[in-house]
């Protein structure tokens, strides 16, 4: 049977406790706010405040060493899961000074030497249909089907591999107004395409026809719409969200 001691207390240890346990209360609450008045005093860091932005490096670091390998697919649906009615989200770039018959795309191998390259001679190399969850920063998903060239196969049909060894691929539309940069990593992924269809129809002007890149290991961001030139760099290169305060990397 186990006993029980009662104790007993007297009102000055009681007064004594809550006192303690108050104290405790407000010094976390003073910690809280100062952390708070802290933090909003830090520089800004491409647009977001620097120990966050320190902090969206290092997941960064860690995701893109541990997590990505060819090995690491995104989860691919079935066709009667992928939806019908395309959400479309952001126009920057998209204006109507465009002619898609004119277009072609532009791949700068070194500054001055660019290769061009027509929609028929993309939709000449394999193509790869991947049907993945579109997931917004924004915080909406939607199962979508899409149709494309692997980019690791333009890189191989064009001999770019000496460009592919640098770290990071730069797009962006013909006006420059939207431009991402993504890890070589990513853009080589088997599951990155230059996508010229969606739901096995060629895709529409506000998706981003003729052509737009799909990569199923990263947010919506970096999914470009009309690309007009691609580029390699082991810089950087200038990215319209990350800009705006948001992750690099932005990957899944
Ligand atoms: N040219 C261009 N591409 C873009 C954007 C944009 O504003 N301009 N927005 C991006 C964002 S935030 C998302 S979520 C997807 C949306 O693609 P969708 O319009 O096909 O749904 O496109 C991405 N590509
Ligand atoms: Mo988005």
Known sequence: MPVFKEE???????????????????LFLAGCIFGWIWLHRQPESDGALKPLRAVLNTNEKVFSS????????AKNFSLDAAVHK?????DAGMGNNFDPATWKLQ???????????????IKALPKTEVIFDFKCIEGWSQITHWGGAK?????????????????????HTPDNAYYVGIDTKSIMHPQTILCYEMNGQPLPMNQGAPLRLIIPVKYGIKHLKRIGTIYFSNQRPPDYWFERGYDYFSGL
């Open 8 to 26: 007993i207390i007297s009102t000055a240890q009681i007064r004594k406790r809550t006192l303690i346990a108050f104290s405790f209360f407000f």
């Open 151 to 171: 980019f690791s196969d333009l890189v191989k049909k064009y001999g770019l591999d000496e460009q592919a060894q640098m770290q990071y691929a730069g797009l």
């Open 86 to 90: 395309v959400r479309v989200n952001g």
């Open 107 to 121: 791949v700068v191998r070194k500054p001055g030497d660019t290769l061009y390259v027509s929609l028929d001679e």
């Open 66 to 73: 541990l997590l990505l390998s060819d090995d690491h697919l």
